[in-house]
């Protein structure tokens, strides 16, 4: 159980183009889910937090018009991001929070390779 | 400020030897621990996870061991097996982990046949 899909695993675009990346979890329904953002040889940086029905919290420095957040059901997130430039490209993961009792563990989705040429 | 630290970049053990990863925290709110695993390229995988109304949780090879008072954590696998061989990261949360992960800068496995 507490399986999480992205799509597409990966994905090549010219500068200038938006990108669409989808989150699901695929045997639970997540409340939450999360995107992050990790640079080769680095931890995940959080970019943002999705709540279903409602804005995405965007932590510091993360712009919020770049990298647009959609939580249209309680089973799939979209990231967006908006006129990719090379210096977008990234590993890109999503994860999606279990609540159930005590347990809150996020399960992370299999990520997605970004490269804007 | 890297609330979560993870000291060892990288550890080597012996196949069937045990392996200890540890973790420290600064920020005394986070009550809700995690490790994962991660090979490259792909999203990390869930270990294992403790409160901290514990200082012990274990689930088949792997047990993390929690010092409150050290704000300390450890993860032991036992044993040692070659497809452990990856990064280990362990991750804190407040709120009993209805707060946002953040996340140590990980520690690189390798284990010798």
């Known amino acids: 159980g507490a399986v999480v899909s992205q799509h597409p695993s990966w994905v090549i675009c010219k500068s200038g183009t938006s990108v669409k990346i989808e989150c699901r979890s695929l045997d639970f329904q997540a409340t939450t889910m999360f995107w992050y953002r990790q640079f080769p040889k680095q931890s995940l940086m959080l970019m943002a937090t999705s709540n279903e029905g409602s804005k995405a919290t965007y932590e510091q420095g993360v712009e919020k018009d770049k990298f647009l957040i959609n939580h249209a059901s309680l089973t799939l997130s979209t990231l967006t991001v908006t006129s990719a430039h090379p210096e977008d490209s990234s590993f890109y993961i999503c994860?999606?929070?279990?609540?159930?009792?005590?347990?809150?563990?996020?399960?992370f989705g299999p990520g997605t390779r970004l490269t804007v040429l | 400020d890297q609330q979560v630290k993870q000291n060892s970049p990288s550890l080597s053990v012996q196949e069937g030897r045990i392996s200890i990863l540890n973790c420290d925290y600064t920020?005394?709110?986070?009550?809700?621990f995690l490790w994962y695993k991660k090979y490259p390229a792909e999203g990390p995988t869930f270990l294992i996870s403790?409160?901290?109304?514990?200082d012990k949780n274990e689930d088949g090879r792997f047990t993390v061991f929690l010092n409150k008072s050290a704000k300390h954590l450890s993860l032991h696998i036992v044993p040692s097996q070659p497809g452990d061989s990856a990064v280990y990261f362990c991750a804190a949360s407040a709120r009993g982990g209805n707060e946002k992960l953040t996340f140590g800068t990980g520690t690189r496995l390798t284990i010798i046949p």
């Open positions: 994860s999606a929070r279990v609540r159930q009792g005590a347990d809150h563990t996020q399960y």
């Open positions: 403790i409160s901290s109304i514990k």
């Open positions: 920020n005394s709110m986070f009550d809700y």
